[in-house]
């Protein structure tokens, strides 16, 4: 009788992270843009930058706002909006496959299958829980991921008018393992991101369930129902802050092996040629050499302002829609 419950549980935690993952995805897909297109722009980003090295007007990007306002103005709403199909459909087996195989793990850490009681493991196998199932999740999903960063950093004129042209594209110019192409450095950074996001938030959740009690004269509830969802998010929103921070230049790094050699507008500015880097390590430092440290955090602004809310929207997305499926499937 064991089995069929566990497989009832991990069909609950894959279809809570799937519903979780698209609605997070949806609404900070225009962080996400912006973000991209910073990532895979070999130009400085910033006005300072470009002043700095009297490069003045050979940027496309130069910040947020000038970002937002050119991309509003050539593209429309829609160009916000850009590669999220391929995007959804990243992300929803994504989440899907990392709450999945996480709750898996914590079953196996705690010897218990209650969510509640996760919370008892050590903050050391939550982080690593936490990176086993990002990297879990991205294998199954990374084609998608790399189909969704050629669409949305392409702009206009389109060179891919659709993600079926773009994929066959890939296929007859790097062949198959072209769909996988930055999988390296995407795996060394999801690590200590999923990690880190997940350790972090089982942390901040246990932190702030110590704290309720003395804010409260219950001070026997001790479950994640003592957590209100303004909690959940701001742990979220915490986790997700902490984690974008530190992986940063790995995320810099997998965008630039993912679009190279590639077509794209001249108007954009360069190009990443075909095999402009030998691995991970050649182009951190070539990315170091050529556009110093800041072409490390290029998109960092946009990056950190959509991951609080993506964590955030993801954590208290997934926990109420988990609560709602097993109390209709119970």
Known sequence: MEEPGQIKRALLDASAGAISGGISRTVTSPLDVIKIRF????????????????????????????ATKDILREE?????????????????PYTAIQFAVLHKLKTFASGSSKTVDHLSISPYLS???????????TVGSYPFDLLRTILASQGEPKVYPTMRSALFDIISTRGFRGLYAGLSPTLVEIVPYAGLQFGTYDTFKRWAMTWNPSRSFNTSSTTDHSLSSFQLFICGLAAGTCA????????????RFQIEGLQRHPKYGARVDHRAYKNMFDALQRILQSEGWHGLYKGIVPSTIKAAPAGAVTFVAYEFTSDWLESILS
């Open 39 to 66: 990532q895979v722009q070999l130009e400085p980003t910033s006005s300072w930058a470009l002043l700095r090295g009297d490069l003045s007007g050979s940027s496309k990007y130069t910040g947020m706002s000038q």
């Open 76 to 92: 429309g709403l829609p160009g916000f909006w850009r590669g999220n199909v391929p995007a959804l459909l990243m992300v929803m």
């Open 127 to 137: 982080y690593i829980s936490g990176g086993l199932a990002g990297c879990a999740a």
């Open 244 to 255: 974008k921070l530190v992986c940063h230049p790995l995320d810099v790094v997998k965008k």
